[in-house]
């Protein structure tokens, strides 16, 4: 995965320049823990003014390309050789061009050696100074490490993050494709039902089914609007909702008896569309209605905000098999919209739904 410029920790000049600075102190400050007597550091402290100026500058060059290059690799290796899918490999191969790199580096430097004392020392190295050219080297070689492993950490934990906001979106996509398909299965619960009672009114009374047309055309133009929406005000969803209790009257007469209590307060709050038609559309389906003992249907709301839709349990003498997809669909919804979940109970007597009511 290509990671953005910006988000490179080494792209940066001034943490670019951090790290050479570091990497020039570390290399004198390292040499001299390990052997503060070697007579290497008497030549170096008895040095002139302008000598180690010079040898400062050709040190700070050192780290300068080693830096540079050690960035460079890893940058390039990070598009052919991602440590996420080849680890063993691309440590294999940082490791061997880091190392010569180091090694090639401080090649060229000996030969510009800066101070002529050295220059003539150069051709007759003792074993000190062997072990001190060994040891610096040693040292250029962890510094070179050192900023690898930084920078591969640094790589890594970027790579970590773009793939965690990757996954998250999609994530979040999914979910969205989700909601939008659980929205759609209200539609043909609704048009089918109502569309058969528009066929029976037509046959029975033809001003009556047109009157039935109307509002049912009315209704499902509000439907076409406000599905396609995660959350509805309440107060938007009692209109829908109060226009439908139309169409069940002329479907059922005085067989359903609605109670119906919202305060003002709630009716900012909100909740996913067409939730509670849905809800007395299911209580409709599962009861009896008939004039002497008609279905009763409560909604209304309470301190906790919450809206509670109630309905007496009036059994049909046929079972009627369900498979709950309704009360499955508004629970998968809430739990894509909210951490709050709907509450149902079934006490033998009445069906109780509360749903949750979500701030806009």
Request: glycine share 2%; aromatic share 10%; hydrophobic share 45%.
């Amino acid at each position: 995965m290509k990671l953005p410029k910006r988000e490179i920790f080494f792209s940066n000049t001034v943490k670019r320049v951090i790290i050479v600075l570091s990497a020039f102190i570390l290399m004198y400050l390292v040499s001299f823990l390990i052997d503060p007597y070697c007579k290497e550091w008497q030549f170096f402290f008895d040095q002139t003014s302008m000598d180690l100026l010079k040898e400062f500058g050709c040190t700070l060059i050192a780290c300068i390309i080693i830096t540079e290059f050690s960035i460079t690799f890893s940058n390039k290796l990070n598009k052919y050789i991602p440590w996420t899918e080849s680890p063993i490999k691309r440590l294999a191969v940082e490791l061997t061009l880091n190392i010569v790199m180091v090694l090639i580096v401080n090649l060229l430097l000996s030969f510009y050696t800066i101070s002529d004392a050295v220059k003539g020392r150069a051709l007759n190295m003792s074993t000190d100074e062997a072990r001190s050219t060994i040891q610096w080297i040693l040292i250029s070689m962890a510094i070179s490490m050192m900023i690898m492993a930084v920078n591969t950490g640094n790589y890594l934990v970027t790579n970590w993050k773009n793939e965690s906001l990757k996954a998250s979106k999609l994530n979040q996509l999914a979910m969205e494709s989700e909601l939008q398909a659980l929205k759609l299965q209200i539609d043909p619960h609704f048009v089918f039902n109502n569309l058969s009672v528009l066929s029976e009114l037509i046959l029975e009374d033809p001003n009556m089914g047109y009157e039935y047309a109307e509002n049912f055309t009315k209704i499902y133009r509000y439907m076409l609007i406000n599905s396609k929406k995660d959350t509805i005000s309440l107060e938007e969803e009692m209109k829908f909702l109060n226009a439908y209790i139309v169409l069940i009257k002329y479907r059922q007469g005085n067989g359903v008896c609605f109670n119906i209590n919202i305060s003002d307060k709630t009716k900012n709050l909100s909740l996913p569309p067409m939730t509670m038609q849905l809800l007395v559309e299911n209580a409709l389906k599962h009861n009896r209605t008939n004039k002497k003992h008609p279905l009763k249907i409560r909604i209304y709301d309470n301190e906790k905000d919450e809206i509670t839709i109630e309905n007496t349990l009036i059994p049909m003498g046929k079972i009627i098999t369900s498979s709950n997809i309704g009360l499955k669909n508004i629970q998968r919804r809430y739990s894509l919209l909210s951490v709050r979940e709907p509450k149902i109970n079934n006490d033998g007597e009445n069906f109780v739904v509360k749903l949750p009511l979500l701030k806009l």
